[in-house]
């Protein structure tokens, strides 16, 4: 595709090496992030900074936020002197970032008022798919908007057309369900094989490449038995995306048991002053329920 002028807001953990991405692909990248320092990083790769989110989004071609929460989101892109209102009308917005479907339902109408293409594209693969560029993008949205937002995503990552606006977060929400409950049976089978006198490590290593393969179990049961709880994926955000799909599952009428009770769980931990270790901790709240020394 030709060369576009892409404004980017928020160059954290996962923004930075995005937009870095995007520089190497050609594009014209015009970065702003709370913190200038972390866009001031994101300029040896080519791109240029912005001062503020709507100098960032004036004249683009395409506007991709990045920012930590809905109401973050909302704040920089609705507000007063939002990006929003600085876009030109036929442009395209993308928000990557993980927010209630009902949220990017509700930007996407904002942005069909003013004229603009609109998709939620929330990724997961941490830090390491941002920095490989091998994200999985789950992306909501018309065909129409998919179609122009697909070859700037595909320079981050796989995406995939899940459906229309919001059903990028839904799928995201999807993800989050199926991690946060393997993180709690990884955690129960390393537990139990433990107790029962088997070498957890060895009974990891028997299983890999089997049906219970997983990603978590090659990398976050390692976590588990090697004690290493240092915060990739912290508790305390796990909960909260439990929380939003078992009340999005709420609005449509739904009851999901299983994800019920790993939201528990991850809600008892961070009540137990856990929050702030990698999700991987769960299996201390398991030790703890059962009455064991903790990990």
């Keep these: 595709m030709a060369p576009l002028t892409v404004g980017f807001l928020g160059t954290g953990i996962m923004g930075a090496p995005m937009a870095r991405h995007l520089c190497r692909a050609g594009h014209a990248v015009r970065v702003w992030n709370r913190s200038p320092g972390k866009a001031a990083a994101v300029a040896k790769a080519g791109a240029s900074l912005a001062t503020d989110p709507a100098e960032a989004a004036r004249g683009a071609d395409a506007v991709i936020c990045m920012l ?9 892109l609705l507000g007063s002197s939002g990006a929003l209102a600085a876009m030109a009308p036929g442009s395209l917005l993308v928000v990557m970032s993980s927010i209630p479907v009902e949220t990017a339902q509700s930007q996407a109408a904002a942005a069909e008022e003013a004229g603009l293409h609109y998709v939620d594209a929330p990724v997961s693969g941490g830090e390491r798919g941002a920095v490989a560029g091998t994200l999985a993008i789950m992306a909501g949205g018309s065909p129409e908007a998919f179609g122009r937002a697909e070859p700037l995503l595909a320079a981050m990552g796989r995406p ?4 229309p606006a919001g059903c990028g977060q839904l799928a995201k929400l999807a993800n989050q369900a199926i ?3 393997t993180i709690v049976t990884v955690a129960e089978a390393i537990t139990f094989v433990a107790r029962g006198g088997a070498d957890p490590a060895k009974v990891r290593e028997a299983l890999l490449g089997g049906f219970a393969d997983s990603t978590i179990l090659t990398q976050h049961a390692l976590r588990m038995i090697e004690r290493d709880f240092a915060p990739g994926g912290p508790a305390k955000y796990q909960v909260k995306d439990t929380g939003t799909a078992l009340a999005h599952a709420a609005t449509l009428g739904l ?7 790993v939201d528990r769980m991850f809600s008892d931990m961070v009540a137990h002053g856990d929050g702030d270790l990698d999700h991987s901790a769960v299996i201390r709240e398991l030790y703890r329920s059962n009455g064991l020394p903790l990990p």
């Design 68 to 76: 930590s929460s809905g109401p973050v989101c909302d704040e920089i």
């Design 160 to 163: 995939t057309h899940v459906g």
């Design 255 to 261: 009851t999901l048991p299983v994800l019920s009770l």
């Design 179 to 181: 991690v946060a409950s």
